[in-house]
């Protein structure tokens, strides 16, 4: 344990839209360092969920770049920045701008003295390697995500790329949400050091799991946003037509239109054995209730863009840590984590009507073992894949280089 020792933060999130973030400072915190956080507004419910996150960490965090109600001329002249940056982003001042936030980040880390940075999200990227260079200290870098490969726009991807390998060369090391995402940066960096940090939970957020009274075949799935995109339209026109009427009810959770919960409503509107339930976005100790109290949970990721081939995403390892079984998607990061785990659920195809179905049917034709699955997830979670486990070694080598 470093005594005291300061690490600056950076993310051009915010601590709610970016539980990562949150868990990595928490654990840096129980290792003995000073964390402070700079952060920034993304969307309203994040905003609101931010305040009650902020008051039970043992971190220091301030907000930066801006809001768009109570400071709207500094966020305003922050989006208008961004908008200039992402049009001229290969000149001169404008390649260290990459998102409303980068600039804002930059301004108010000058003023800190930390012993090492850490960036979160590529808009944290470029003034974390300022600071940096100037403070002469190490920099580090999670990549949740490949992001070179998080659009379906070649323009968006190509800006991204650029960013990458204008910075990510200068990090001491990176941690990647994945392996796949890992192997996707390492083909890039070879020589750079890069640590897999699944999205994985603190062991102590697992409560003790409680069985399920309850005759209803139980799903959930959470996201910031309920979309098009998301594989639950084609999941419920699946479930919609089994034949086996057994009661099935889905929540769905995050921040959706009207109009399309409507048209998720409406795709099971015949289906009289189903129950819908959409529920705004909640804290994450809410989230974790619900899936308490779930029998699976849903990875329903597309392959494309690249970036949802790749990744493992925190739902995943939410639902372990509930004992929630789990139907995947057949992306290649969900396939090989299901192929190295095969009692955590099933894989699926979303394209294929009947590989849904069938997925379905056959949790319906072991609903009397269900709960000895469950029990295994949970088990699976406590004993392995839990963050306390799954980061020590990217701690380790953060330490190393505050201890030369």
Request: one cysteine or more; glycine letters at 4%.
């Amino acid at each position: 344990m470093m005594g005291g020792k300061s690490i600056l933060i950076l993310t051009s999130g915010s601590p709610a839209s970016n539980p990562r973030m949150v868990k990595e400072a928490n654990e840096l915190v129980k290792r003995g360092y000073k964390i402070h956080v700079l952060y920034g507004f993304i969307v309203d419910w994040a905003y609101e969920l931010d305040r009650a996150i902020l008051d039970r960490v043992e971190w220091t965090a301030e907000f930066v770049g801006g809001h768009p109600e109570s400071s709207r001329f500094i966020w305003n002249l922050n989006r208008l920045i961004e908008k200039i940056a992402r049009r001229v982003h290969h000149r001169g001042i404008f390649k260290f701008i990459h998102s409303k936030l980068s600039l804002p980040l930059l301004i108010r880390a000058l003023k800190q003295k930390p012993e090492a940075i850490i960036a979160h999200n590529l808009g944290a990227l470029p003034p974390a390697y300022l600071i940096s260079k100037w403070k002469s200290i190490p920099m580090f870098f999670d990549a949740e995500d490949f992001h070179s490969g998080e659009s379906y726009n070649d323009t968006e991807n190509s800006i991204n790329r650029a960013a990458e390998e204008r910075f990510i060369r200068h990090c001491n090391g990176i941690s990647t949400a994945s392996p796949l995402i890992g192997e996707a940066y390492k083909h890039i960096f070879p020589n750079l050091k890069i640590f897999t940090v699944n999205n994985c939970f603190s062991i102590e957020d697992q409560r003790p799991l409680i069985p399920i009274h309850n005759s209803h075949l139980r799903f959930a799935w959470f996201s910031q946003t309920i979309g098009n995109d998301r594989g639950l339209m084609e999941f419920l026109i699946a479930v919609a037509d089994i034949k086996n009427q057994t009661a099935i009810h889905i929540t769905l959770i995050g921040q959706c239109s009207d109009e399309f919960s409507a048209t998720l409503k409406q795709s099971i509107q015949k289906a009289s054995h189903i129950t819908l339930d959409v529920r705004p976005p909640m804290p994450e100790s809410e989230i974790m209730k619900v899936l308490r109290e779930s029998h699976l949970g849903l990875a329903l990721e597309r392959t494309q863009p690249l970036n949802r081939d790749l990744c493992l995403t925190n739902k995943v390892f939410s639902y372990l840590l509930n004992g929630c079984q789990i139907l995947y998607s057949n992306t290649r990061a969900q396939k090989k984590f299901q192929n190295e785990h095969p009692t955590s659920g099933r894989l699926i195809e979303l394209d294929n009507k009947a590989s849904i179905q069938n997925g379905v049917e056959w949790y319906l034709n072991h609903f009397s073992t269900l709960e000895d699955m469950r029990q295994k997830n949970w088990e699976l979670s406590r004993q392995k894949l839990h963050f306390e486990r799954e980061a020590a070694p990217w701690f380790e080598f953060i330490e190393s280089h505050l201890a030369e």
